[in-house]
């Protein structure tokens, strides 16, 4: 991935009703040093992407800062070398929380959000592997259910191309940045904008106990944005 100076992935041993809290399971660069420091803290961006379940972006812009300079114990050479991080949380299983992190010697751009919204599926399918070869069948074919969302996804990144004219990294970076900004984890936000616009249900896994089902104020949520997007193309095009 372009201008990556970290990956890693965590997964928790609980649920977050439980009281969860993910371990690193997988890094390489510095994420070996800025996962752990972060979960060791209880402090970072990657704790807000696992308290709220919503993807986060850091920096957003070029004046903001990745948010990680006050970490104890992590090196000031580490930190010189992250300009920008994203954070996508996931779920391992049917209900136990991963967070994939990706540390960055830049501002995360469109580019870096459509590969990353490429490689967080292949990760999940290659934890499912994983289970699958340790005997945990059940799980690993949770896992592999779960990722229908992701075509719901592509859906929803869809309706937004065809409203605002964007291309696909663009619409995805719109997703990802309404999804932090109204706390509502992404495919929520992805099943409930596919359901409001279609006017019917949006693709679900066979197992009942996988099925994402938006809340009230998730669905008004994505009716406002849908309505925002198709109010910002007829002024464009007017």
């Known amino acids: 991935m372009p201008g990556s100076v970290g990956v890693g992935v965590s997964v928790a041993t609980d649920s977050r009703s439980e009281g969860g809290t993910p371990k690193t399971t997988a890094a390489i660069g510095v994420a070996t040093e800025l996962d752990p420091a972060q979960w060791q803290h209880a402090h970072g961006p990657i704790w807000e992407a696992f308290r709220h379940d919503t993807v986060v972006v850091r920096p957003l812009d070029d004046a903001a800062d990745p948010g990680l300079g006050d970490l104890p114990g992590v090196s000031q050479e580490t930190l010189g070398t992250v300009k920008g991080a994203v954070f996508v949380p996931g779920e391992f299983g049917s209900d136990l ?24 599926p292949l990760v999940t399918q290659a934890l499912a592997v994983v289970e699958y070869c ?33 291309d696909a990294p663009a619409a995805f ?34 197992d009942p106990d996988l099925v994402v089902r938006p809340t009230q ?22």
Do not use: C
């Open 217 to 238: 104020a998730e669905r008004e949520t994505a009716a406002r944005i849908w309505a925002a997007l198709t109010t910002s193309a007829i002024l464009e095009q007017s």
């Open 134 to 166: 340790a005997g945990e069948e059940q799980v690993a074919q949770q896992m592999l259910q779960m990722t229908q969302y992701r075509r719901v996804i592509e859906q929803a990144k869809g309706l937004v191309m065809g409203a605002i004219g964007a």
């Open 173 to 206: 970076a719109a997703l990802a940045r309404a999804s932090q900004h109204f706390n509502i984890r992404l495919r929520n936000l992805a099943v409930a904008l596919v359901e409001h616009v279609g006017g019917q249900a949006a693709e679900h896994p066979d």
């Open 97 to 120: 929380p991963t967070v994939f992190s990706v540390y960055l010697d830049r501002v995360p751009d469109n580019r870096v959000l459509r590969d990353i919204d490429r490689y967080e």
